[in-house]
């Protein structure tokens, strides 16, 4: 094992502690002291950056594919909300994404990515992947947001969030803010998102015109994209016109992400894992 394979172990071991660290402390039915979490996902943050700064820019040629953007996409998730548990009670977001973010350590063991050609130095390029990665990271704690409210929706709807916790144990929602905060929260998130899906597609046919002659190609990329910004778009003025709320917009919140992702990363996974 090389060295470099050791810290995405280590990196991957320490997202994993910090997940278990967070459940551990709000099924406490008084609250544990946990100062040891952020520093111990400070850690695995500070070597995962290191080892993206490592694949981009010390080999020349840089590689970049399917475990890669994962890896940033999750490692940009990670920061945005270690920084928001600040201000929120979002906590909960972490016991789910950390464990993601742990698996897309392991992933560039595996799928190292293939050289990008001289053509991805342009700027366009560049801001198009960087402003997609934080669509990407956005879009994904937006869904994980809409799966938590789906879930305190159908505790709500059967009664059991005010149900008196067993063996001294706290429901995990307990700790969680209200229904309505979360609704705020996904909704900031999907807004967030959007302007920058909506960005980065700008200077994704900016790059287009440059490379090809021709802004917009009917790839499937291209396609699925704009049907998962479209579905976001009618969601954000549904959501302000028509009040499209709670478990409606969940829904329609993860097709809209299930459509984003398959728009790359299904594409990437075709062609570096099926092929």
Not at 163 to 177: A, I, Q, Y
Not at 205 to 217: D, I, K, N, T
Request: proline share 4%.
């Amino acid at each position: 094992m090389t060295i470099y394979a050791i810290f995405y172990v280590l990196a991957a071991v320490l997202y994993l502690a910090a997940a278990f660290g967070i459940y551990k402390s709000f099924q406490a039915e008084t609250p544990e002291n946990t100062f040891w979490i952020r520093p111990v996902i400070v850690g695995g943050l500070m070597i995962q950056a290191f080892l993206i700064y490592e694949a981009l820019f010390t080999h020349g040629t840089p590689h970049f594919g399917l475990a890669l953007a994962l890896s940033i996409t999750l490692f940009t998730c990670t920061l945005i909300l270690l920084i928001e548990t600040l201000f929120s009670k979002i906590s909960a977001m972490l016991i789910f994404i950390l464990p993601l973010a742990a698996v897309s350590m392991v992933l560039p063991i595996i799928l190292p990515g293939t050289p990008l050609g001289p053509e991805t130095a342009s700027f366009s390029f560049r801001m198009h992947l960087l402003l997609a990665i934080l669509a990407y990271s956005l879009m994904t704690m937006a869904l994980v947001q809409a799966l938590l409210l789906v879930s305190a929706h159908n505790l709500l709807h059967q009664k059991k969030l005010s149900d008196e916790p067993e063996d001294g144990k706290v429901s995990l929602f307990e700790r969680m803010p209200s229904v309505i905060e979360m609704e705020k929260i996904l909704f900031r998130l999907i807004w967030a998102g959007f302007i920058a899906l909506t960005i980065a597609i700008l200077f994704g046919l900016v790059f287009s015109e440059e490379l090809f002659g021709q802004a917009f190609r009917l790839d499937h990329k291209t396609i699925v994209t704009i049907m998962a910004w479209m579905i976001f778009g009618i969601l954000l003025l549904g959501h302000h016109f028509l009040g499209w709320r709670g478990r409606f917009a969940a829904r329609w919140t993860v097709i809209g992400f299930t459509l984003l992702m398959l728009s790359y990363f299904g594409v990437r996974f075709v062609q570096e894992v099926i092929q």
